[in-house]
């Protein structure tokens, strides 16, 4: 067995005993071959419940912050995540988004699942906001299907501030894999790009039953924080 695999046996039951889930829809993920996950994000937890409801091990492009061990809860949810995979971005400016391309490029490309949240940060308020249209170029240059993800409850577990988490039900919705067809070979056109980002977050939306924003999450965090 895998070391991912052995982490998701201890991890996955555990995981839903402190954490009811609802799982729906991994019919939607293809058995072989690369593909990507485009989730909304509502918590630093996310890539856990989606890496134990997903049939098949995902990597994902994980910042600094996530892997913090300031606290015990933090520290566990750091080593879960380690053991599952994901690959660690240093996010300073000028090296994230390069860095991350590039190995997103490489997971996609060696046929393996990677996940994504295209919000490029948590929801401030449990909306859903602007897709950063770096998930298209991805697709679009890859050709990987794209199958949308909702997550539901996350966001109540270990909220800002919070130390210790919370126990509540989570769901984790797979949808059908977003057709980008009208966008295909156009991954170097900023305007076929934003169009096939729009497409795969309206696709999420439709599964989360969130408000869509037409702003980025990280614009209106930084607006927040100047309050």
């Given at each position: 067995?895998?070391?991912?695999?052995?982490?998701?046996?201890?991890?996955?039951?555990?995981?839903?005993?402190?954490?009811?889930?609802?799982?729906?829809?991994?019919?939607?993920?293809?058995?072989?071959?690369?593909?990507?996950?485009?989730?909304?994000?509502?918590?630093?937890?996310?890539?856990?419940?989606?890496?134990?409801?997903?049939?098949?091990?995902?990597?994902?492009?994980?910042?600094?912050?996530?892997?913090?061990?300031?606290?015990?809860?933090?520290?566990?949810?750091?080593?879960?995540?380690?053991?599952?995979?994901?690959?660690?971005?240093?996010?300073?400016?000028?090296?994230?988004?390069?860095?991350?391309?590039?190995?997103?490029?490489?997971?996609?490309?060696?046929?393996?699942?990677?996940?994504?949240?295209?919000?490029?940060?948590?929801?401030?308020?449990?909306?859903?906001?602007?897709?950063?249209?770096?998930?298209?170029?991805?697709?679009?240059?890859?050709?990987?299907?794209?199958?949308?993800?909702?997550?539901?409850?996350?966001?109540?577990?270990?909220?800002?501030?919070?130390?210790?988490?919370?126990?509540?039900?989570?769901?984790?919705?797979?949808?059908?894999?977003?057709?980008?067809?009208?966008?295909?070979?156009?991954?170097?056109?900023?305007k076929p790009r934003r169009e096939a980002t729009d497409a795969i977050?309206?696709?999420?939306?439709?599964?989360?039953?969130?408000?869509?924003?037409?702003?980025?999450?990280?614009?209106?965090?930084?607006?927040?924080?100047?309050?």
């Amino acid at each position: 067995m895998s070391l991912y695999g052995a982490a998701k046996a201890v991890v996955a039951p555990a995981s839903r005993v402190a954490w009811p889930q609802k799982v729906e829809g991994t019919h939607h993920v293809p058995a072989q071959g690369p593909v990507i996950l485009a989730a909304n994000h509502l918590a630093l937890i996310d890539p856990l419940f989606i890496g134990v409801a997903c049939p098949r091990p995902v990597r994902f492009i994980a910042k600094q912050e996530l892997f913090d061990e300031s606290t015990l809860p933090r520290k566990a949810l750091s080593r879960v995540l380690r053991a599952l995979g994901p690959l660690s971005v240093d996010r300073r400016p000028g090296q994230s988004s390069q860095e991350a391309m590039n190995n997103s490029l490489e997971v996609i490309t060696g046929g393996e699942v990677f996940g994504i949240f295209p919000e490029g940060t948590r929801s401030p308020d449990g909306r859903l906001y602007k897709g950063q249209t770096g998930l298209a170029w991805l697709a679009l240059t890859t050709g990987a299907p794209v199958v949308p993800v909702a997550l539901a409850g996350t966001g109540r577990i270990l909220p800002p501030g919070r130390r210790i988490p919370s126990l509540n039900r989570v769901g984790v919705r797979f949808g059908e894999p977003v057709d980008l067809s009208p966008w295909a070979g156009q991954a170097g056109r900023a305007k076929p790009r934003r169009e096939a980002t729009d497409a795969i977050m309206s696709a999420i939306a439709k599964l989360s039953g969130q408000e869509q924003v037409s702003r980025y999450a990280a614009s209106v965090k930084a607006e927040l924080e100047q309050q």
